[in-house]
């Protein structure tokens, strides 16, 4: 990036100048950095795990206007403290002609015993693919739980 300050400043960019924007950068970059730590922080403590985790499916409802619902438990056994409204995305693999995917899935209680996920009923590639191969018994990688309830 500096390298690009560098060619839009032309003869402007003295040292003293791209030393400035160095600093700057170096500053917003680690400022983000810090912020995105803690986010994943305040993550990880409402999910009890950062990043994606294998979840046993332990049932599915049928869609209703909302979608169809994911009844799931980490393997770790350690149930995430997830509140209605939050979210968090699911790992769809083996999609044809495609490969892996991603989707989001809405928290749809609260529960002590599972995380209970709405995929949405959206017509979506990857949506439909895991309802058509999901069922219980089924590991599926979860990421962790996302979002203000």
């Known amino acids: 990036m500096i390298a690009a300050i560098g060619d839009v400043l032309g003869a402007a960019a003295t040292p003293s100048i791209v030393h400035a924007w160095t600093q700057?950068?170096?500053?917003l970059a680690n400022l983000f950095i810090q912020v995105e730590k803690d986010i994943r922080a305040e993550a990880a403590s409402i999910s009890g795990?950062?990043?994606?985790v294998p979840m046993t499916v332990k049932g599915v409802e049928s869609a209703n206007s909302a979608g169809s619902t994911l009844y799931l438990v980490p393997k770790s056994g350690l149930i995430p403290k997830a509140k209605k409204?939050?979210?968090?995305?699911?790992?769809?693999?083996?999609?044809?002609?495609?490969?892996?995917?991603?989707?989001?899935?809405?928290?749809s209680e609260e529960s002590s015993s599972e995380l209970r996920l709405v995929v949405p009923q959206n017509g979506d590639m990857a949506n439909n693919h895991l309802m058509k191969t999901v069922k219980s018994g089924s590991i599926i990688t979860v990421g962790m739980i996302c979002g203000e309830a």
């Open 24 to 27: 700057a950068y170096g500053f």
């Open 49 to 52: 795990y950062d990043g994606f």
């Open 85 to 107: 409204g939050q979210y968090a995305a699911i790992v769809v693999p083996d999609i044809p002609n495609v490969g892996e995917s991603m989707l989001t899935a809405n928290v």
